[in-house]
């Protein structure tokens, strides 16, 4: 996710200013000092970069959008040679840069791609319906308008957390064959027509759909669990880990990787095939939360939590995705390349 992303409701209001979430905590818990090269996985408009470089740091930024990357250069070009920009995937941070004193994700949507209706993100205002971070692939509309309703339901269901995913599912099929849907409100208010809405609901209908269907056609899960044992391959021993995230499907894996990677089996000569357990992580402390303060001035970061770690000197271990528990969800190429 770019900086100041994954909070935002892609339901409720206007356009939302950019405010980097959990600054101040993401800043304490990475400490980067003037000698040091720090990656931000996540530039997005560059909130928690422009933090790092004013501590003396130097950055190496990371953003699949090439609008990002282009919004970016003005500060590249500033910076006096402290900042790098990638454009690629944070999946693949480890090929960026050698060593790293610290590694920061923050992961999401960005307000700048909500805010753009263009990107069809958001159904705050009608745009395609795209989704897609960095502007290849397929698309959200290939998947509506092409996968099983039964695949939907399991994409709705897994990553929205849709309680109705049977029903929109096979709503969207019988809608789809008379007509394509193209556009985010034309999803929205198919949506809403059929779950319906109570006078007591405080998100819109579709908003679990939209949020299923962003996460799923950029694989954010299976992206972000890349990008840590990436971060693991990546981090000088006393490097600093540090990762927001915005709903529990993306605190989970966090959670469940700093868990299992800062065990206490430590392995022997006698044993060899424990060395391989050694903790290549510490934890430090537990889940962080925004301020009062801040959620008062800044409602993105109501569900965002902070947690960090610092790499030991043990290697890095062999890759091993079944410690993340991702759901198996179908292939995300549309039915006719499949």
């Given amino acids: ?21 959990l600054l101040a905590e993401v800043l304490v818990a990475l400490a980067p000092t003037e000698s040091e090269v720090v990656i931000d996985g996540t530039f997005g408009a560059g909130g928690y970069t422009r933090a790092i470089l004013e501590t003396g740091a130097s950055v190496v930024a990371v953003d699949r959008d090439p609008d990002a990357i282009a919004a970016g ?3 590249e070009d500033a910076s006096a040679g402290k900042l790098r920009l990638v454009h690629g995937p944070f999946s693949q941070l480890d090929e960026y840069a050698e060593q790293v004193d610290g590694v920061v994700l923050d992961i999401g949507v ?20 795209d989704m897609r971070m960095a502007q290849a692939g397929a698309s959200a509309a290939d998947v509506v308008n092409s996968f099983k309703p039964g695949d939907l339901a399991r994409i709705f269901g897994f990553l929205g957390e849709e309680r109705h995913a049977g029903r929109i599912a096979r709503m969207i099929e019988k809608r789809r064959d008379a007509r394509p849907f193209t556009t985010t409100l034309d999803l929205a208010n198919a949506i809403e027509a059929h779950i ?13 759909v939209f949020q ?5 056609v950029n694989d954010e899960l299976g992206e972000l669990a890349k990008a840590l044992l990436a971060a693991e391959r990546v981090l000088k021993p006393g490097g600093r880990l540090v990762v927001v995230t915005f709903h529990s ?36 402390g537990g889940a962080v939360a925004a301020s009062d303060a801040e959620t008062e001035s800044n409602p993105r970061a109501r569900s965002a939590k902070l947690r960090a770690a610092v790499r030991t000197e043990a290697p890095a271990r062999r890759e091993d995705f079944s410690i993340f528990g991702l759901p198996k969800l179908p292939d995300i190429r549309p039915s006719a390349e499949r």
């Fill in 110 to 129: 960005s307000s700048m791609q909500l805010d753009e209706a263009g990107r069809g993100f958001s159904f705050r205002a009608d745009g395609p319906l």
């Fill in 196 to 208: 319906g809405r109570g006078p007591k609901d405080k998100i819109h209908p579709a908003t679990r």
């Fill in 212 to 216: 299923a269907l962003r996460i799923y």
């Fill in 73 to 75: 250069r003005e500060l």
């Fill in 249 to 284: 499907l993306e605190d989970r894996i966090v959670k469940r990787f700093i868990a299992d990677r800062s065990g206490n089996a430590a392995g022997s000569r006698f044993m060899p095939e424990l060395r391989e357990k050694a903790p290549t992580f510490a934890k430090q």
């Fill in 1 to 21: 996710m770019m900086a100041g992303h994954g909070g935002d409701s892609p339901a409720v209001g206007g356009p939302a200013r950019h405010i980097p979430v």
